[in-house]
Nanobody
Framework: QVQLMESGGGLVQAGGSLRLSCAASGIFFRFMTMAWHRQAPGKQRELVASITIAGVTKYADSVEGRFTISRDDAKNTVYLEMNSLQPEDTAVYFC??????WGQGTQVTVSS
């Protein structure tokens, strides 16, 4: 059974930091590109960052320089380090693996 479980969300003040984790099971994690998406209220889900099996990363322009995606294949876990958070970063953050595997999401709320 495939499972992606996000954790690390919460409430933080503007300028603060959070680290999201996504633990995967039931998939060949080390052979998959992994990604983080987010969906704010009333908006479409958007790609935030991705990381290939070779460790090549890509970021949305809105988070470039503030967010860092990384992976630990030994732990089947992908991370999203978020710094200098702003209220516009408030959203539900989802982990995704290849073949359209999705987690349930974790709420990130940034207060001004």
């Amino acid at each position: 059974q495939v499972q992606l479980m996000e954790s690390g969300g919460g409430l933080v003040q503007a300028g603060g930091s959070l680290r999201l984790s996504c633990a995967a099971s039931g998939i060949f994690f080390r052979f998959m590109t992994m990604a983080w998406h987010r969906q704010a209220p009333g908006k479409q889900r958007e790609l935030v960052a991705s990381i290939t099996i070779a460790g090549v990363t890509k970021y949305a322009d809105s988070v470039e320089g503030r967010f860092t995606i990384s992976r630990d294949d030994a732990k089947n876990t992908v991370y999203l380090e978020m710094n200098s958070l702003q209220p516009e970063d408030t959203a539900v953050y989802f982990c995704r693996g290849d073949y359209n595997y999705w987690g349930q999401g974790t709420q990130v709320t940034v207060s001004s």
